[in-house]
């Protein structure tokens, strides 16, 4: 599949671009931006940040980092606990006032008001260098705090997230090396504080991009993005901002967006879908070229995996967990959820557009499996077969399908699974202290927050970060190596962004050589654009979403 739709590529201004999706947005507040395909649109359109992912149609250069609000991607001190970034002149809000240190700094702090402004990260929680409570929460509670206890919490604050001029300071509790790329998110950015309207400003856009909304945001339907005429090009170095408008109405079935976009109609030519067409459309898509030429469908970095339980009598024993991985047939998982314009293969939980990406399979089973290698691997390690296991998913009709496959290869491996469907609170269920009791392999999937496998490996396998009385947190395995935990310490703390990536990438083949997890398979999506829509790509490392700092229309 092509990166761009057929075309000359556009690099004048002008047109309208009709953006088009199932929804809703939740809500277009910096601080509570959560879903990844909302928060890519923003940060092309009206949010910005210290530093942004440069946008390419290459994928292999999209985790490429820049400035954006800032000048670079900031200086760090040696222990990696002091960043320092200088703000760029001539960034303005769409009211013609300038973009200040205490904005960015301002809106950072409402991610401490955690009962006020929910839903979105909380890294600045848990590193920025502020004390806590005995319970662990922040002593700081957020700007909308009042009292002699709040004033404290703001002075704590105001010394982790400091200003001088332009130059903001974070000093933080312990060393991370990729705070510079954390600062991707919108999380991060600023927020003017005499239009922050808190929890009531859920639908609020206040602009520092090139786009400001017309009007308001009509909950189910949408709004329109027009130019911001305090923007300046030669403030921002990511986004080009070609059309004068963009029409994002949401509230409209994938399939009728993607029928609507393919018949290239008045209003579809000027068209680009948000939604993935459905896998049916996908293959009528790709079949006929005419339409291909107006798709792209890249990589969306989310990975499908399998976590063997190692408390479970089955699979504390790492042979079997090698001998489930060695038999396991991710081609035909892949043919079941849609073929390969839904998904590849992944051997590896690090997706391709990332830097700490591999291709290395240390248990040497492939793509398609090797039952009779995982049978000879079961008789050596002396079980009983055949080996019987439960699995937990969450249950589609798609995802049926697909645990069937698995389940195909696995029985001629010596296995004998049994599945359970779960279509209810799925990840609830499988991260309740009790699942392991009765489930030995449970299936996941995860996606990075930015373009690290610091936030893929620890998040999943960190077991001082994730295990408790309580439950696994997101380690549903009980992966439990104290080792590798305080390797994953040390590599978070690598200064040089090549090596330490390198290094995420050899605890991730450590991970797969004792069996930690499975991969399955890299999801994909495609999207379809009418005939007018020019410089289409989609930003894999931004969540494989269309790419809004480039779009253009046809003159």
């Keep these: 599949m092509p990166t761009s739709a057929v075309g000359d590529r556009v690099t004048t201004p002008g047109g309208v671009v009709n953006a088009l999706s199932l929804g809703p947005v939740p809500t277009w507040d910096p601080q509570r931006l959560a879903a990844r395909g909302d928060t890519a649109f923003a940060e092309r359109v009206f949010a910005r940040t210290l530093t942004a992912y440069a946008p390419d149609t290459d994928p292999e250069k999209q985790a490429r980092l820049v400035g ?53 990260p909380t890294d600045a929680l ?39 001029g332009r130059k903001i300071t974070f000093t933080l509790s312990m060393p991370v090396g990729d705070f510079d790329e954390m600062l991707t998110q919108p999380a991060f950015g600023p927020v003017k504080k005499s239009v922050d309207r808190g929890e009531d400003g859920t639908w609020d856009i206040f602009s520092a991009g090139p786009y400001m909304l017309q009007g308001t945001w009509e909950e189910g339907r949408g709004g329109t993005f027009v130019r911001n005429p305090h923007w300046s090009a030669d403030s921002d170095p990511v986004r080009k901002a070609y059309p004068d408008e963009i029409r994002y109405q949401e ?72 001998a489930l991985a060695t038999a396991t047939n991710r081609e035909a998982y892949v043919t079941a959820i849609g073929g390969g314009t839904a998904a590849d293969p992944a051997l590896s939980l690090v997706p391709h557009g990332l830097p700490a990406a591999h291709d290395d399979d240390p248990v040497g089973a492939g793509t398609r499996g090797d039952p009779a290698r995982a049978k000879a691997i ?64 449970f299936w996941s999937n995860w996606a990075p927050a930015w373009a690290s496998a610091s936030t893929i490996l620890p998040p999943l396998f ?57 991969g399955l398979a890299e999801r994909r999506a495609l999207y379809i654009a009418g005939s007018d829509i020019r410089n289409l790509s989609a930003n894999a490392v931004l969540g494989g979403v269309v790419e809004f700092a480039d779009i253009a229309v046809a003159p």
């Excluded at 260098?129 to 700081?140: E, L, V």
């Excluded at 491996?413 to 799925?426: L, Q």
């Design 378 to 441: 079961l008789e050596k390690a002396g079980v009983d077969t055949p080996v019987e296991f439960t699995i937990a998913y969450r249950s589609d009709p798609t995802s049926d399908k697909a645990i069937a496959a698995l389940v195909a290869g696995w029985q001629q491996a010596g296995f004998e699974p049994k599945t359970m469907p779960v279509t209810d609170d799925y990840f609830s269920t499988i991260a309740d202290k009790d699942a392991r009791k009765d489930i030995d392999v």
């Design 126 to 164: 848990a590193v920025l260098a502020i004390p806590r409570n005995s319970d662990g929460t922040s002593t700081y509670e957020g700007p909308y705090a009042t009292g002699k206890s709040a004033k404290k919490g703001r002075q704590a604050f105001e010394k982790a997230v400091s200003c001088d």
């Design 68 to 120: 954006d609000l800032a000048t670079d991607t900031g200086t760090a001190s040696d222990d990696l606990k002091t960043w320092t970034f200088t703000l760029r002149d001539g960034v303005m809000w769409q009211d013609g006032t300038p973009v200040t240190c205490k904005d960015v700094a301002y809106g950072i702090s409402r991610t401490f008001a955690t009962g006020r402004i929910t839903g979105g």
């Design 462 to 518: 960190d077991s001082t970060i994730n295990i408790t009385k309580t439950g696994p947190g997101r380690d549903y395995g009980y992966w439990e190596d104290e080792d590798l935990d305080a390797r994953m310490a040390k590599v978070s703390a690598i200064v040089d962004r090549g090596e330490r990536e390198k290094a995420w990438a050899e605890v991730d083949r450590t991970l797969l050589e004792q069996g930690a997890y499975i």
């Design 251 to 322: 509230g409209l079935e994938t399939q009728t967006v993607a029928q609507q976009v393919m018949a290239d109609n008045a209003a579809g030519r000027e068209s680009v879908s948000l939604g993935s067409a459905p896998p049916a459309i996908q293959q009528h898509i790709t079949a006929v070229q005419s339409l291909e030429e107006r798709s792209v469908n890249p990589r969306t970095g989310i990975v499908d995996y399998l976590v063997p339980n190692v408390r479970s009598k089955v699979f504390e024993d790492e042979q079997v967990r090698l």
